[in-house]
């Protein structure tokens, strides 16, 4: 492609408003119209379009990408990016990188998403590429498949740099199941934060006052979520946050571990919430401590499972609505890809799911929780004798009042027997 032929992007002064991509879309295809470049015609590489036009590799990128989904382009693998003869245009498919490592669409967790993911991509005749050698893949493995974009499912919070990395290669990009504070990362998430503060804000507001947290996988961003949701209703219900009532691991917490630190609580919390692996584990122990659920403890656990509805007791759940974060997750991707959407981060609300294993703590401990924790005045708490009582205080004095007098007068009858002697 002669360089004497390209149009400069000074030399172009239309719609300067618009977003360089959209921008540098309008150079290229006045370009074609002009006839500068003609069908067939190779393109300069995106490091030659940078140096040339001195705009980032994202922004060309972009550009490029959108244009070959219009079908106005065509990459070749190993050989360029070229100019689509219009017989040609209008029949370019979309491809998508959906990376699942370690997880499996088998799984109770991720099952519902890849449920959704798989409608959407049905319902759009979309080309699935299923990424299962690591969590994120490298810049270079996306660029050879020629995907048109990566739809990720829940990466860790230690996978920031990597997924900002791949961005810099100008492909689209949406975590699925990240909260991230990081603006420019598409995401689509559920309200871990505010689900957990439902969950609590129920256990306080019907009398619980010592709650226990139970969950692993730290790195997480859903977990995080979900401790300063717990900690933060904590000090906003008034209650007691007391660390030795929060067991948290990065790695899963084997039931050894769980059952050492249960029968090391004192006192006991009256209410768990737990995440789902150790749902199950939690009641085979108060069963075998001959602990009633929901009488002597309540549970609520972080995630739905179809066994949590047929179990006994039923268990409480903070469901997430993780079939439609499938669907929404790659609709968003595939809007990216059309221009549709600038990767704003969204959020789906979760659900309070109240069955069997929740109810008020016993009323004995309710009052001594009131008690410790000054919630009624310490004199109104004291409990006055009853009659019998009473009546049993008064006549041991009054035994100890003649026991007294018993004693004086011996002693009086000793020393006139003394004298007389």
Not at 37 to 49: C, F, H, Q, S, Y
Request: charged share 25%; glycine share 6%; aromatic share 6%.
């Amino acid at each position: 492609m002669p360089d004497d032929n390209l149009i400069k992007p000074e030399d172009f002064k239309e719609d300067l408003s618009l977003p360089r991509y959209k921008r540098l879309k309008q150079f290229m295809l006045e370009q074609i119209r002009c006839g500068a470049l003609k069908p067939g015609d190779r393109i300069a590489t995106e490091v030659e379009l940078c140096k040339k036009y001195r705009w980032s590799r994202l922004t060309i990128s972009r550009a490029l990408n959108e244009l070959e989904l219009e079908g106005v382009l065509t990459r070749i693998q190993g050989s360029g990016t070229y100019v689509t003869n219009p017989a040609e245009q209008g029949t370019k498919s979309i491809n998508i990188m959906v990376c699942d490592a370690p997880l499996s669409p088998e799984s109770e967790y991720s099952g519902p998403i890849f449920h959704g993911i798989r409608d959407v991509a049905a319902e759009n005749r979309l080309d699935v590429i299923y990424h299962k050698q690591t969590r994120i893949p490298e810049p270079e493995a996306v660029i050879e498949t020629g995907v048109n974009g990566v739809l990720l499912h829940a990466p860790d919070m230690d996978d920031l740099p990597a997924i900002l990395k791949l961005q810099e290669a100008g492909k689209p990009v949406v975590a699925m199941a990240m909260h991230s504070r990081i603006k420019t990362i598409a995401s689509v998430s559920t309200e871990n934060y505010e689900g957990m503060k439902h969950a609590v804000r129920h256990l306080a507001g019907i009398g619980h006052r010592r709650i226990a947290l139970v969950t692993h996988g730290l790195t997480s961003s859903d977990v995080q979520e979900r401790i300063l949701g717990f900690q933060n209703e904590a000090l906003e219900s008034g209650i007691e946050l007391n660390p030795a009532w929060m067991l948290l691991s990065n790695q899963p917490i084997t039931n050894k571990v769980f059952e050492s630190w249960f029968d090391g609580l004192d006192p006991r919390p009256t209410a768990f919430v737990v995440c789902m692996s150790l749902a199950f584990p939690l009641l085979h122990l108060a069963w075998s401590r001959q602990l009633k659920v929901p009488k002597d403890l309540s549970i609520i656990v972080t995630d739905e499972s179809h066994l949590f509805s047929n179990c006994s007791p039923t268990l409480s759940v903070i469901r997430q609505p993780l079939y439609e974060m499938g669907r929404r997750g790659l609709m968003k991707l595939l809007e990216m890809i059309r221009g549709k959407d600038h990767g704003e981060a969204e959020s789906l609300a979760m659900e309070l799911i109240l069955r069997d294993s929740v109810a008020p703590p016993i009323k004995s401990d309710v009052a001594t929780i009131a008690e410790n924790h000054h919630e009624v005045p310490h004199q109104q708490t004291r409990m006055e004798p009853s009659n019998k009582l009473k009546e049993f205080q008064d006549k041991r004095q009054l035994f100890r009042r003649s026991l007294l007098k018993s004693e004086n007068g011996l002693g009086s009858l000793k020393n006139k027997v003394e004298n007389l002697k």
